[in-house]
């Protein structure tokens, strides 16, 4: 999309557009960090995975893992973006107590992944494409803990040196809603690719948020970039009540002033850390303990080979091969083993569209409703697939299988078990259905009269002959014999 595209939205902030480029941080799925073999299990007891490298012993020397590497190669693949053979490890001098170096080992002018682009699903089952600038490798640093003595701080290095992939978009987003889509997209991604678990509460993924306001059409104007947020939710919010306020200041005949803020999700307020002229001056230079990153093409090759079928290609194939709007794909791509799911159940039917809405609304839906993981449920999509079946067999109606997955889901049994002992099959049997009709036809001449100006009224004998049989009485039979009837 276009810059000057306008596409605003937010409560507060008619007549404005927002801008926002992302940051995020991914946390490389790898069993030892990027230039130390120290372990990255989550939850560790404190500085247990920590080597003299992540302590920054005088001497010791970082030697890069091959494993980040690839991982990082595998998502600038999955991002479609351009791999840089050539990349360059630069020092990010900032003094910190959780930073016992000094530096932090980042990528600064040659980083290993060039521009890119990702689309991004819309709710409304659109899309739109948001460009990427770059991805970069990088250590994470230490955690200071403040809550553990009244009086001290407590350093944390177990993940210091931890590798971090840092993607940074173009500030291509232009609402709260692409924003998060765009996260999403993100995340999902990474699952796909096994790069990164994407799981924000536990900080393998955050992001830095960086947003601005304009008058469409004008020239970008200055950013505030919002720090380290750990969910979705919270990257809507901050980015609302951030341009509110920028909104607020230009409108009163302020200007913005370029800084970095902080979100507080208990006052839903930025307030600010620090200003432009406050920002760190890093003195990048590139690490004299590192030779450049020299990457050989049949190795990219080999990786870009072991890629797995990503959301985007899934989703296509959901909508050609089976039938599905884009915007039920898109829900059911974005985790892959859900993707996995709606294929065993949709397996061998003869509607996929209909497997497609029974997993979304039904199965997710009381998932949702329940708080549960799709793997606590006892439906398997073996036994989902079953119920289909007798829909689609008509050997039960719609109504009467909703009420079979209820009972799926309290005890695990198969449907045919359940509508056998609970004698739910549908009646598609003529004789009895039409002796349900002639009775309810003697005793209601007057619906009979009116059903014969008005073929409206015949669906109130429809009503009529459900509400006889419990529901099972199979829907085309009745209407069949009404029609001849009446
Ligand atoms: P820095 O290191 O100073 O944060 P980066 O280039 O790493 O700079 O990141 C800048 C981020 O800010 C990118 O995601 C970019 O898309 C975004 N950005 C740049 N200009 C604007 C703007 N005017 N409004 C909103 N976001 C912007
Ligand atoms: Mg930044």
Not at 7 to 17: H, K, N, Q
Not at 149 to 164: Q, S
Not at 399 to 409: E, G, P, S, T, Y
Not at 426 to 434: P, R
Request: aromatic share 6%; charged share 30%.
């Amino acid at each position: 999309m276009t810059l000057t595209e306008s596409r605003t939205g937010a409560p507060g902030t008619d007549g404005w557009e927002i801008v926002i480029g992302l940051e995020v941080h991914a946390q490389v799925m790898s069993d030892a960090k990027l230039f130390s073999g120290a372990a990255t299990a989550f939850g560790a007891e404190p500085n247990s995975q920590v080597s003299l490298v992540d302590a920054a012993f005088p001497g010791m020397l970082p030697v890069i893992n091959r494993r980040c590497v690839e991982q990082a190669v595998r998502t600038g693949l999955g991002l479609n973006a351009k791999i840089n053979r050539r990349s360059v490890f630069d020092r990010k001098n900032y003094f910190y107590p959780d930073l016992p170096a000094g530096y932090q080992i980042s990528q600064y002018k040659d980083p290993i992944v060039g521009e890119g682009v990702v689309t991004v699903d819309l709710e409304n089952g659109g899309s739109c494409e948001v460009r990427i600038e770059r991805l970069h490798l990088e250590q994470d640093a230490g955690k200071s803990i403040h809550d553990m003595d009244p009086k001290r701080t407590f350093v944390d290095l177990n993940r210091a040196g931890i590798a971090l992939m840092e993607i940074v978009s173009k500030p291509d987003m232009r609402s709260a809603d692409e924003a998060g889509a765009y996260l999403a997209k993100v995340r999902s991604i990474l699952r796909y690719l096994g790069t990164c678990d994407g799981n924000m509460e536990q900080g393998s993924l955050r992001a830095d948020v960086n947003v601005s306001v304009r008058r469409p059409g004008e020239p970008l104007g200055t950013r505030c970039e919002i720090k380290n947020l750990n969910s979705i939710r919270f990257i809507k919010q901050a980015i609302e009540c951030e341009a509110r306020r920028q909104i607020e200041i230009i409108e009163a005949g302020g200007a913005i002033e370029q800084q970095t803020r902080l979100f507080d999700p208990g006052r839903g307020e930025t307030r600010a850390m620090r200003s432009k002229e406050e920002a760190h001056d890093y003195r990048y230079f590139p690490d004299p303990d590192l030779l450049p990153l020299e990457l050989d093409p049949d190795w990219i090759a080999e990786i870009e080979a072991s890629l797995p079928e990503l959301p985007d290609a899934k989703k296509a194939r959901f909508v050609a091969d089976y039938g599905l709007s884009a915007g039920d794909a898109a829900v059911l791509v974005a985790d892959r083993e859900d993707a996995d799911y709606f294929e065993a159940v949709a397996k061998g039917r003869k509607d996929p569209r209909l497997a497609g809405n029974w997993v979304i609304n039904e199965f997710y839906g009381r998932l949702n409703k329940a708080g549960q993981h799709r793997a606590e449920s006892p439906v398997t999509a073996e036994k989902l697939s079953g119920l289909l079946a007798l829909i689609e067999s008509g050997a039960i109606s719609g109504r009467i299988a909703k009420d079979v997955f209820d009972a799926m889901f309290e005890t695990g049994e198969d449907a045919a078990a359940i509508v056998e002992a609970k004698g739910l099959k549908q009646i598609s049997d003529t004789g009895a259905i039409e002796e349900i009709v002639d009775r309810l036809i003697a005793e209601n001449p007057k619906q009979v009269a009116q059903a014969k100006e008005q073929p409206k009224v015949a669906g109130w004998f429809v009503g009529q002959v459900m509400k006889a049989t419990r529901g099972q009485a199979n829907p085309a039979v009745v209407n069949e014999i009404l029609k001849k009837k009446l």
